[in-house]
């Protein structure tokens, strides 16, 4: 091989490691933008969740990317209150929230409509337990998974959804683009 080529291989060699670099770095600057906008525009670093399971449907199906925006920016208005009003959001009365189980970090979040909001020693439901504290009983809105709410079963069992558990309220639906997320999960 003579010199020249030598010379020509090693730059083009060089150039790829440059191109290379310039992309990678064109995609951290377009993460950062990004970043930087849905905290303005959400109140949220990342305001994205994927949809995991079948609760919320037939509003949110599992894959869709559900965009929420912060508490510290959102006035959460229940089922009861939204019927009343004639509010809906996800094809139903009422907020969608997204809430720390027990207040839990580490565990993945629920999604579930915010029903009805309890007092400390109220009943939580007709003929239930009192609440121990105030907070909100929530529901997802699929009828044939969930016939209760979640304070009568598992996800939340006898616990209102405390103020600061909540994340913040759902606002947009992206169908189909959670599954990328969720093929890592």
């Given amino acids: ?94 907020d969608v929230i997204l809430y720390r189980q027990y207040g839990e970090e580490g565990v993945t979040p629920i999604i579930h409509r915010a029903m009805y909001r309890v007092e400390a020693g109220e009943p939580m439901w007709e003929g239930g337990p009192p609440a121990p504290y105030s907070g909100y009983i929530t529901k997802g809105d699929n009828a044939v998974t969930n016939s209760h709410y979640d304070q009568e079963g598992q996800i939340s069992y006898n616990m209102p959804v405390k103020d600061e558990w909540i994340i913040g309220t759902a606002k947009y639906r992206i169908p189909y683009l959670g599954y990328v997320r969720l093929l890592f999960s």
């Fill in 1 to 94: 091989m003579s010199e020249i080529n030598k010379e020509k291989s090693a730059q083009e060699q060089e150039n790829a490691w440059v191109s290379l670099g310039k992309d990678l770095m064109s995609v951290v600057a377009v993460v950062i933008i990004f970043m930087v906008l849905s905290k303005l525009a959400f109140g949220l670093w990342t305001p994205m969740v994927a949809v995991e399971s079948g609760s919320m449907e037939p509003h949110m199906q599992i894959g869709d990317i559900i965009f929420i925006k912060s508490i510290d920016r959102s006035n959460i208005t229940t089922y009861e209150e939204g019927k009343n009003t004639g509010y809906k959001s996800f094809e139903n009365y009422g």
